[in-house]
């Protein structure tokens, strides 16, 4: 019997991702066996589950404030090496669970066939560990608490005489849910994401072979830290840009052709009378937007990154659930701040991305949208890469001590 979908997935009707995201990264201890790894993770997760009910390990019989956090917990390919691993490492990990690595003096292709690339300063990959954690809740402390107790949590599992622990925490990566339902680029963002009667078929694994049906019920995650190039953006003008994404800057309106001077025009009756943009009431079916027959609209990045293929539960529909977080960090150089997408997509499969990635008419060969053989000034560098990797996301199974636990004893 498959099992269920972890929490921390916001796919059901009228259910909210939380409004702050923290996912941290673990590596395991060298030397360690399957048996210890998992008995090592089974603390930290019981842990979780005390910080889920407002109860903190220093300060027992004192309940806080636990905003609504949940926890995921996802295992990148390197964790099938383990010595003593109880289970084979699943084929969709096996043939499409990584990505490629930086160059050793920074930069490089994401994937052949991408026109993603890492930044020029990331030389290694920092999120390819064997352990994900996913942190999501309606409070910033309740995240960042999550990551802070986890560091304790391992100091307090530290070997006397070596200090070491037995999983180290090697990073982690913030971010915040905008109320504005728009990007860095001021345009709408997360408004074509599928149905929510249609979000399941896509994201939980299906019947599987049988060595692989403990992973049915489950999804990958894929984790994309990208940077956005502000400078490169605000260098457009509006139509430009508007052609690019494949809406409307103020409203949100899909484009559906272009007039007699080549000015994108928008879906007729949107948004409805009296509303100011697709996200307002009585706008819900132009969220999708539809198929069009201009090379330079079909290049657009909403075009291509969805050719509305169904039923969104078949692969090769290349549908995916995204699950977006922005992010601002300080920098020392100029202009002081990075601007970013904490992207995570959950699917049943994740050659979906990665094809979407790659292939021609998709989003391959384009770093965001246009046409590949002839980019705006810049565009090839509009995003870039920090950190990239892909996640088995294990069902929750009645009697596992944590999601997962029958990979390691």
Request: include cysteine; glycine fraction near 10%.
């Amino acid at each position: 019997m498959a099992g269920k979908l972890q929490e921390g997935i916001y796919h059901s009707p009228g259910v909210k991702p939380g409004n702050f995201f923290n996912i941290l990264f673990l590596r395991t201890l060298p030397g360690l066996d399957a048996r210890q790894v998992g008995e090592a993770f089974g603390k930290l997760w019981q842990m979780y589950q005390e910080l889920k009910n407002g109860k903190l390990t220093d300060l027992p019989e004192h309940p806080l404030p636990a905003g609504d956090l949940t926890v995921l917990v996802g295992y990148g390919a390197n964790v099938f090496k383990l010595p003593g691993i109880q289970r084979q490492v699943p084929s969709q990990i096996r043939e499409f669970g990584a990505f490629r690595s930086p160059l050793p003096t920074g930069g490089g292709p994401l994937l052949i066939g991408s026109g993603l690339r890492y930044a020029d300063d990331v030389k290694t990959n920092p999120a390819t560990e064997e352990i994900a954690v996913q942190f999501i809740a309606e409070t910033q402390l309740a995240v960042n608490r999550a990551v802070v107790e986890t560091w304790k949590a391992l100091q307090n599992m530290s070997d006397l005489a070596t200090g070491a622990a037995p999983l180290l925490l090697t990073g982690f990566y913030s971010g915040f849910q905008r109320d504005d339902g728009r990007s860095w680029i001021d345009f709408h963002d997360g408004i074509s994401n599928m149905k929510s009667s249609e979000r399941s078929g896509a994201i939980a694994i299906k019947p599987r072979p049988p060595e692989e049906r403990w992973i049915e019920g489950g999804t990958y995650l894929v984790f994309l830290r990208i940077a956005i190039e502000l400078t490169v953006w605000q260098k457009l003008n509006r139509q430009q840009q508007e052609l690019l994404v494949g809406r409307d800057k103020i409203t949100g309106c899909p484009l559906m052709s272009l007039d007699s001077e080549g000015h994108p025009v928008i879906k007729t009756g949107c948004p409805v009378t009296g509303r100011t943009d697709v996200l307002s009431p009585g706008n819900e079916a132009f969220f999708e937007p539809e198929t069009v027959n201009e090379t330079i609209l079909k290049q657009s990045h909403v075009q291509r990154a969805n050719h509305h293929l169904t039923p969104v539960s078949d692969r090769t529909s290349l549908r995916i659930f995204r699950q977006g977080y922005d992010f601002l960090e300080p920098l020392d150089s100029a202009p002081g701040f990075r601007t970013g997408l904490n992207f995570v997509s959950f699917q049943d499969t994740p050659e979906r991305l990665l094809r979407m990635l790659t292939q021609e008419t998709w989003l391959g060969s384009t770093n965001f949208g246009g046409d590949p053989k002839n980019q705006l000034t810049d565009m090839d560098r509009f995003l870039s890469i920090r950190a990239a990797a892909i996640f088995l996301v294990p069902p929750v199974v009645e009697g596992e001590l944590f999601p997962g636990a029958g990979i390691f004893m």
